[in-house]
């Protein structure tokens, strides 16, 4: 039935990130493993931190002696904790010089705490009255999920990030939650993919998965060999769906395709 809905409607590709609950079950496209995504079991918090890779324990010890503070907000938060996360947020994404589609703007966030109050919460480490690290974290049932976040590279010799991701953990088990999904890196095993996967080495991945549908070929090849042309190029490495290339290829970035 949908696929009938796509042709009535002119619908010429599709492209799906599931969620890392096995919603590909059924689903009729190509099903491409993405991105491994660290996901780490909340039991108690001393078999945790014996199973946390050496320099995470050792980071810890030492944004302890630097007497960092910890906290949660969550529910009905003042819009200052909103505005602090953001700050922080938006610096580290220009510091990374991230790329565009990880840029969100201070409203968006706010209008995400305003409608979803039991359904997220912002954690915020503090060197004294200043706020240095923080985590944008999406709640359900009985799991957290590592959503935005960032540092004030003006303190990383505190080891903030390792006392923020650490003290999240001991919060969740606290309130009753099962799991904790960090996510993954960039590409797999990247750096960010490895800081992650020190806080859980022992635990299996999860996978994210995309699914990609080319739902009229002709069309399809047309438009792709309508950006060739616009492009005076004489041959473009155009994506396969079968892989994890960019999907569908004619909504690429122009600036980022292979010649």
């Not at 995504?37 to 931190?49: K, M, Q, S």
């Not at 616009?230 to 122009?254: E, H, Q």
Request: with cysteine.
């Amino acid at each position: 039935l949908a696929d009938l809905w796509y042709k009535e409607n002119n619908v010429i590709t599709e492209f799906i990130r599931f969620s890392l609950n096995n919603n590909t079950l059924g689903y009729n496209g190509k099903i491409i493993p993405t991105l491994k995504n660290v996901c780490g079991e909340l039991t108690d918090p001393n078999t945790i931190w014996n199973k946390f890779d050496k320099k995470v324990r050792n980071n810890f010890r030492k944004s302890v002696e630097n007497q960092l503070t910890f906290h949660v907000y969550s529910g009905n938060m003042e819009p200052k904790i909103v505005s602090q996360f953001y700050d922080i947020y938006k610096n580290t994404m220009i510091r990374r010089n991230a790329d565009i589609d990880l840029y969100f703007s201070l409203n968006y966030f706010q209008n995400y705490v305003k409608l979803n109050p039991q359904h997220c919460a912002i954690a915020i480490v503090s060197k004294g009255n200043t706020p240095i690290s923080t985590e944008f974290l999406l709640l359900s049932k009985d799991t957290i999920y590592s959503y935005l976040g960032g540092t004030n590279a003006e303190f990383f010799n505190c080891r903030p990030n390792d006392f923020l991701k650490v003290n999240i953990i001991n919060w969740a088990i606290e309130n009753g939650y099962k799991t904790y999904v960090l996510g993954g890196g960039r590409i797999n095993n990247d750096n960010l993919y490895a800081y992650k996967k020190s806080f859980f080495p022992k635990e299996n991945d999860i996978t994210f998965y995309t699914g990609r549908k080319i739902v009229n070929q002709e069309i399809y090849e047309y438009l792709n060999e309508e950006i060739k042309n616009s492009l005076t190029m004489n041959s473009i490495n155009y994506s396969d769906p079968n892989t994890n290339d960019f999907f569908p290829m004619y909504r690429k970035p122009i600036n980022s395709i292979s010649i």
